[in-house]
C-alpha cells in the first residue's frame, strides 16, 4: 500500500482543516488507517485509528472531540478532520496503514506496516 498524505497547512487557533491520505496499490477495504503526529523535538505520537473493519475509531486524549478519523472506500480515501484547532496541535502529521494489525496494537506506531511522507500543519495562536 502506498499513502499519500495532504492538506496540510498554516492556520490560526480554533479554525479546522481536513487532511487526506490517498492509498494507492490496493483496496482499503479491511485496511486499518491510522494518524501519527510529531512536533518538532518531541516524539511521534498516536493521533487516531480507525479499524480495519471501519467499526471502531479510536482517539487520543489530546484530540478526541476535536478530531474525527474516517475513510471513503470507493475513494480510497482517508481523512483526517481537525476542529477547533490548538497552537499544540502544530506538527508533522503522517497516516498509516495496515491490513492485519490488531486493536489492541492501533496506538503503536511500531505495529503499522504502511506510512505516508507527512504533511505539515502549523497552528497559530
Known amino acids: 500500500v502506498q499513502l499519500q498524505a495532504s492538506g496540510g497547512g498554516v492556520v490560526q487557533a480554533g479554525e479546522s482543516l481536513r487532511l487526506s491520505c490517498a492509498a494507492s496499490g490496493r483496496t482499503l477495504r479491511n485496511v486499518a488507517m491510522g494518524w501519527f503526529r510529531q512536533a518538532p523535538g518531541k516524539e511521534r505520537e498516536f493521533v487516531a485509528a480507525i479499524s480495519r473493519t471501519g467499526g471502531g475509531t479510536i482517539y487520543s486524549n489530546s484530540v478526541k472531540g476535536r478530531f474525527t478519523i474516517s475513510r471513503d472506500i470507493a475513494k480510497n480515501t482517508g481523512y483526517l478532520q481537525m476542529n477547533s484547532l490548538k497552537p499544540e496541535d502544530t506538527a508533522v502529521y503522517y497516516c498509516?496503514?495496515?491490513?492485519?494489525?490488531?486493536?489492541?496494537?492501533?496506538?503503536?506506531?511500531?505495529?503499522?506496516?504502511?506510512w505516508g511522507q507527512g504533511t505539515l500543519v502549523t497552528v497559530s495562536s
Open positions: 498509516t496503514a495496515d491490513v492485519s494489525i490488531i486493536t489492541s496494537s492501533l496506538r503503536n506506531d511500531g505495529a503499522w506496516d504502511y
